[in-house]
């Protein structure tokens, strides 16, 4: 694990602050010196890249969405559509899980453990990686990056922070955040088009002109970027006035995302300082949308909308026949693993699907399609002929035919030690960042009437009554159902929260609480059952970072005995499968769509790693399986089921080939 810099206390942000600048050692330059013309630079129509003239034809794919072992072949398959530039947004809290821990390496197993881990966070091996393949790279390091990711890449850490208000000039924000853009400055010095690199350009902040005008920050964010980076600065923000005005930063190229019609004619209107603009660039170019859990949300896809695909040649002719420049947002989306989504807050939680596919011309998986080869022949047009490479074959990714998983051990069987308090006290106030938390209370009087957990559902409740699941509470309807209950002297009374995602966007026209300001997960404020508040809690973080072991036989003897029937408790299952592959096989071809057919909702871990959410709403019915992960036999399949219903002493898996999307009605509702 490499450190940057570590500190013993939340409270001592002042030294993160001041240690933070051991991590790059400060530029050598003679005060004599004379500087060489930078190699690449801007005037008012062009770019210019070691003196040429340079059209950022771009595309937007994040390394930390993406399994290590396959960042090569996705960056190939973004050279041979015709692009240039890849724009990469970078996960702070993923680089910083705890304050003062810096990891920059390898995490999340491999195949068999024999090729390290299988997602990375060495952004600048990633950089590397993009040069190798023809391309240059435009970074995006928030510290806010929206990006449908977990509070906007935010580390939940900073929610424990006195006093801390992010997107902000907040001393204590600033004070956390320099700390972070001066560490990954530093991992990313040597990457930088001024030594050799394929870094042309930084972001300061992300669209921040829809959310607020704190120019008091914009310009703090500008200065600490330009104290440790060598390259042009820029920003990106919403294409009207209001975004453009509260987004601008002086001395900062002024960018827009969006249609690039109204937004090229918005910037030239409304930012007039002549030391915010250049040549034109639509640093977000939307090549679909992400999709929403929820039985009437269909996924995004350009299948069956061929006026859509037309939109985007057209959209494209546009920019780059007057030789501007372009980013597609997304050319490759990945996927949200693990507990990693984020939502927005519409009076009720949007939560995005653990797939990233976004409708890109890249699938989740990598493979190309054909929206990929129809962007391909309109870029095509604009380049020299015969310098856009072939794009690699697609490889068949594996069926796996359906196998029985057979339970493991129940979520409320594996507690431990909880922590008591009078009231409830949210994941934050405990330490815990992501997954889920378990709230215990035993009766002490007869209550009855409709449960409220706190002031909302943060986001979905599952209530039990001495074992016995009795309703939901989920924050992703409008009006959240009302659960009745009826309590006896010493029942047992277990409230299991689940985290959805912290909100990841807001924006001055929401309509709504400043949501990115309000991360808190779990449950906040007093239970009451009608006018009664519930006091004496046990409280159990339920973080879920591995899956439970493998059982001894004793146990698993224990644990077959026992029933599951519908309306139980959360419960693991467990199997193993081969692949049918030897070890030499291309992780590629291992690829495949993993599928629950009998789950209601709940989590899936193969080898130990988390490959994310299932949920029967859907649109999302089955879980992208990087093929990085397998090994030709013994491959464990563990399947945290939330509702086990009827026939629950098993669960069926299998994986396959092709990928169905689709949605059914709630159960719960």
Same mark, same amino acid.
């Given at each position: 694990m490499d450190m940057c810099w570590r500190v013993g206390s939340l409270a001592l942000l002042a030294a993160i602050f001041a240690v933070a600048n051991l991590c790059t050692p400060a530029a050598s330059l003679s005060p004599r010196s004379k500087p060489a013309p930078p190699p690449f630079t801007y005037d008012r129509t062009s770019f210019y890249l070691h003196g040429s003239p340079?059209?950022?034809?771009? @595309?937007?794919?994040?390394?930390?969405?993406?399994?290590?072992?396959?960042?090569?072949?996705?960056?190939?398959?973004?050279?041979?559509?015709?692009?240039?530039?890849i724009f990469s947004y970078v996960y702070w809290n993923l680089l910083e899980p705890s304050p003062g821990e810096w990891r920059s390496e390898s995490y999340g197993g491999g195949r068999g453990g024999s090729l390290g881990g299988t997602m990375s966070n060495d952004i600048a091996a990633f950089f590397s990686i993009a040069q190798e393949e023809g391309l240059n790279v435009v970074l995006r390091p928030g510290p806010y990056i929206c990006g449908e990711r977990e509070w906007g890449g935010f580390p939940a850490w900073l929610a424990q922070v006195p006093g801390m208000r992010v997107r902000s000039s907040n001393a204590r924000f600033m004070e956390a955040a320099k700390a972070y853009l001066v560490c990954l400055a530093a991992d990313l010095r040597d990457a930088q088009v001024t030594r050799g690199g394929p870094l042309l350009m930084v972001q300061v902040e992300n669209e921040y002109g829809s959310y607020g005008d704190d120019h008091v920050y914009t310009a703090g964010l500008r200065d600490i970027l330009r104290e440790h980076f060598d390259v042009p600065l820029y920003t990106n923000d919403g294409g009207v006035d209001w975004t453009l005005a509260g987004g601008e930063v002086p001395g900062v190229l002024a960018e827009i995302d969006g249609d690039p019609r109204s937004g090229f004619a918005a910037r030239e209107k409304y930012i007039t300082r002549e030391n915010e603009l250049g040549p034109l660039m639509d640093g977000e170019y939307y090549t679909l949308a992400p999709d929403f859990w929820g039985a009437d949300n269909v996924h995004n896809t350009?299948?069956?909308? *061929?006026?859509?695909?037309?939109?985007? &040649?057209?959209? %494209? +002719?546009?920019?780059?026949?007057?030789?501007?420049?372009?980013?597609?947002?997304?050319? #490759?989306?990945?996927?949200? $693993?693990?507990? /990693? !989504?984020?939502?927005?807050?519409?009076? $009720?939680?949007?939560? $995005?699907?653990?797939?990233?596919?976004?409708? /890109?011309?890249?699938?989740?998986?990598?493979?190309? !399609?054909?929206?990929? $080869?129809?962007?391909?022949?309109?870029?095509?047009?604009?380049?020299?002929? @015969?310098?856009? *490479?072939?794009p690699p074959a697609n490889l068949p990714r594996l069926e796996i035919p359906e196998f029985e998983l057979t339970p493991l051990v129940g979520l409320f069987d594996i507690l431990g030690n909880g922590t008591s308090n009078e009231t409830p006290l949210t994941m934050e106030q405990l330490g815990q960042a992501y997954g889920f938390i378990l709230y215990e209370h035993i009766a002490g009087a007869k209550q009855s009437g409709a449960l409220q957990p706190g002031d909302r559902a943060?986001?979905? &409740?599952?209530?039990?009554?001495?074992?016995?699941?009795? @309703?939901?509470?989920?924050?992703?309807?409008?009006?959240?159902?009302?659960?009745?209950?009826?309590?006896? =002297?010493? +029942?047992?009374?277990? %409230?299991l929260v689940e985290n959805l995602g912290r909100v990841d966007y807001w924006s001055r026209e929401s309509g709504t609480i400043v949501a990115l300001e309000d991360p808190w997960k779990g449950i906040r404020g007093n239970v009451t059952i009608g006018s009664d508040v519930l006091?004496?809690?046990?409280? #159990?973080?339920?973080?879920?970072?591995?899956?439970?072991?493998?059982?001894?036989?004793?146990?698993?003897?224990?644990?077959?005995?026992?029933?599951?029937?519908?309306?139980? =408790? =959360?419960?693991?299952?467990?199997?193993?499968?081969?692949?049918?592959?030897?070890?030499?096989?291309? *992780?590629?071809?291992?690829?495949?769509f993993l599928t629950v057919p009998g789950g209601i909702k709940? !989590? &899936?871990w193969v080898n130990g790693f988390n490959l994310g959410r299932y949920w029967v709403v859907g649109p999302q019915q089955s879980l992208y399986l990087p093929g990085t992960l397998l090994r030709p036999a013994g491959n464990e399949v563990v399947v945290l089921e939330l509702e086990p219903g009827p026939g629950a002493e098993t669960l069926t898996v299998f994986g396959a080939a092709e990928r169905e999307w689709g949605n059914y009605a709630d159960p719960d509702r």
């Amino acid at each position: 694990m490499d450190m940057c810099w570590r500190v013993g206390s939340l409270a001592l942000l002042a030294a993160i602050f001041a240690v933070a600048n051991l991590c790059t050692p400060a530029a050598s330059l003679s005060p004599r010196s004379k500087p060489a013309p930078p190699p690449f630079t801007y005037d008012r129509t062009s770019f210019y890249l070691h003196g040429s003239p340079y059209v950022i034809i771009g @595309g937007q794919m994040d390394p930390q969405r993406i399994p290590a072992a396959y960042w090569r072949d996705r960056l190939a398959k973004a050279r041979a559509m015709g692009l240039n530039t890849i724009f990469s947004y970078v996960y702070w809290n993923l680089l910083e899980p705890s304050p003062g821990e810096w990891r920059s390496e390898s995490y999340g197993g491999g195949r068999g453990g024999s090729l390290g881990g299988t997602m990375s966070n060495d952004i600048a091996a990633f950089f590397s990686i993009a040069q190798e393949e023809g391309l240059n790279v435009v970074l995006r390091p928030g510290p806010y990056i929206c990006g449908e990711r977990e509070w906007g890449g935010f580390p939940a850490w900073l929610a424990q922070v006195p006093g801390m208000r992010v997107r902000s000039s907040n001393a204590r924000f600033m004070e956390a955040a320099k700390a972070y853009l001066v560490c990954l400055a530093a991992d990313l010095r040597d990457a930088q088009v001024t030594r050799g690199g394929p870094l042309l350009m930084v972001q300061v902040e992300n669209e921040y002109g829809s959310y607020g005008d704190d120019h008091v920050y914009t310009a703090g964010l500008r200065d600490i970027l330009r104290e440790h980076f060598d390259v042009p600065l820029y920003t990106n923000d919403g294409g009207v006035d209001w975004t453009l005005a509260g987004g601008e930063v002086p001395g900062v190229l002024a960018e827009i995302d969006g249609d690039p019609r109204s937004g090229f004619a918005a910037r030239e209107k409304y930012i007039t300082r002549e030391n915010e603009l250049g040549p034109l660039m639509d640093g977000e170019y939307y090549t679909l949308a992400p999709d929403f859990w929820g039985a009437d949300n269909v996924h995004n896809t350009t299948v069956g909308r *061929p006026g859509q695909i037309t939109q985007f &040649v057209d959209d %494209l +002719d546009y920019v780059l026949g007057a030789n501007n420049s372009i980013s597609l947002y997304m050319f #490759h989306g990945g996927t949200n $693993f693990g507990f /990693s !989504n984020g939502a927005i807050w519409k009076n $009720f939680t949007a939560s $995005f699907t653990t797939s990233y596919d976004y409708g /890109s011309p890249l699938d989740e998986s990598g493979r190309t !399609n054909e929206l990929y $080869f129809t962007l391909r022949d309109a870029i095509a047009k604009y380049v020299p002929e @015969g310098t856009i *490479p072939e794009p690699p074959a697609n490889l068949p990714r594996l069926e796996i035919p359906e196998f029985e998983l057979t339970p493991l051990v129940g979520l409320f069987d594996i507690l431990g030690n909880g922590t008591s308090n009078e009231t409830p006290l949210t994941m934050e106030q405990l330490g815990q960042a992501y997954g889920f938390i378990l709230y215990e209370h035993i009766a002490g009087a007869k209550q009855s009437g409709a449960l409220q957990p706190g002031d909302r559902a943060r986001d979905r &409740v599952i209530i039990y009554i001495n074992g016995v699941r009795k @309703g939901v509470i989920d924050s992703t309807y409008t009006q959240p159902a009302q659960v009745l209950v009826s309590l006896q =002297p010493g +029942d047992k009374l277990q %409230l299991l929260v689940e985290n959805l995602g912290r909100v990841d966007y807001w924006s001055r026209e929401s309509g709504t609480i400043v949501a990115l300001e309000d991360p808190w997960k779990g449950i906040r404020g007093n239970v009451t059952i009608g006018s009664d508040v519930l006091l004496g809690w046990t409280i #159990h973080p339920l973080p879920l970072e591995a899956p439970p072991s493998a059982p001894s036989k004793s146990q698993a003897t224990r644990r077959k005995a026992a029933s599951v029937a519908s309306g139980s =408790p =959360p419960v693991f299952y467990r199997a193993t499968f081969d692949t049918g592959r030897d070890g030499d096989t291309d *992780p590629a071809q291992l690829d495949t769509f993993l599928t629950v057919p009998g789950g209601i909702k709940g !989590n &899936v871990w193969v080898n130990g790693f988390n490959l994310g959410r299932y949920w029967v709403v859907g649109p999302q019915q089955s879980l992208y399986l990087p093929g990085t992960l397998l090994r030709p036999a013994g491959n464990e399949v563990v399947v945290l089921e939330l509702e086990p219903g009827p026939g629950a002493e098993t669960l069926t898996v299998f994986g396959a080939a092709e990928r169905e999307w689709g949605n059914y009605a709630d159960p719960d509702r």
